[in-house]
């Protein structure tokens, strides 16, 4: 499915999702103006054809102890197919990892991550992302504040 294929209600029910994942399909389809019959079809279809990726809860990181996040740039040593393929495949066992860009420009990859405290980034610093991945330089931000969160993708009617 392509997103000029995407009408002006599949938008707005991909919309009211973003928003409140845990909606039951009956109240979806009253938010949307659809019978509930003809919304689970839309819904069906659109996690079919991949629109709809997954579900999931936005978590507290205070609530579960992490006090620290830092945006981590860092380039590679190496940038031959193995050094990449090792990088990345490193990079999948690290839970303080929230998520990994490849980036253009001077940086190799971004990584937003989520950790305990100081002392625990200094563990993952030291022992995991500069002792073995083929890391030639780092570069870290540390968050302050969070001033917008991800509330979703911005969706916008399809040209018709």
């Known amino acids: 499915m392509t997103a000029a294929s995407l009408d002006r209600i599949d938008l707005h029910i991909l919309a009211v999702l ?41 978590l507290d990181p205070a609530a579960l102890g992490i006090g620290l996040q830092a945006f981590v740039r860092l380039q590679l040593a190496r940038h031959d197919r193995e050094a990449i393929e090792s990088f990345v495949a490193s990079l999948q066992d690290w ?40 890391v030639a330089d780092v570069n870290t931000s540390f968050v302050l504040r969070a001033v917008k969160q991800a509330q979703g993708l911005p969706l916008k009617p399809s040209r018709e």
């Open 95 to 134: 839970d303080e990892v929230v998520t990994c860009h490849a980036l253009t420009g001077d940086m190799d990859y971004l990584l937003h991550v989520a950790v305990a405290d100081l002392e625990h980034f200094s563990r993952f610093l030291l022992d995991r992302l500069l002792s073995s991945s083929g």
């Open 18 to 58: 973003q928003g409140e994942g845990r909606l039951s399909n009956a109240d979806l389809a009253e938010r949307v103006n659809l019978s509930p019959s003809a919304c689970l079809r839309r819904v069906q279809r659109l996690e079919r054809d991949g629109v709809i990726a997954g579900y999931g809860a936005r």
